[in-house]
């Protein structure tokens, strides 16, 4: 599992309770404690993703791409997500062997139903929801 999805959430909240107000990505890092370079590289993520919108020069910064309500969770993890929740062997199995010529076909459907409970439980929670949170 890598890190991203907890940046991306803290990104994201501080965006929502900021109020509209356009915040740094060296605010932003500042808050997660992390390099300003780690929460650039996912600013640029989310803003691919349509997510957030940015706003340059010297009193520039990010806001939110459409309200709070209207984003959920699971937009955010997809903006994110790692190929494969479970993980990924980095050998081949032997295909002479019964087990090691399927099992990564039964992983991977494994992965696939387990990412679609996450998303349907993540699908129901805004970020508006998840911002009250922290008043």
Do not use: W
Request: glycine residues 8%; aromatic residues 4%.
């Amino acid at each position: 599992m890598n890190g991203r999805f907890p940046i991306a959430m803290h990104i994201m909240t501080l965006l929502c309770a900021s109020n509209e107000s356009l915040l740094s990505s060296e605010y932003m890092a500042g808050s997660i404690n992390i390099n300003p370079v780690l929460i650039r590289k996912e600013l640029s993520n989310l803003l691919k993703h349509g997510l957030i919108i940015s706003q340059l020069g010297k009193n520039g910064g990010y806001i939110l791409a459409k309200p709070a309500k209207d984003i959920t969770i699971a937009g955010i993890y997809q903006a994110v997500k790692p190929d494969a929740i479970l993980g990924q062997a980095k050998n081949q199995p032997n295909p002479a062997c019964p087990i090691g010529k399927e099992i990564n076909s039964h992983l991977k459907n494994l992965d696939a139903e387990i990412e679609q409970v996450m998303l349907n439980k993540l699908g129901t929670t805004t970020l508006a929801e998840f911002c009250k949170k922290f008043e």
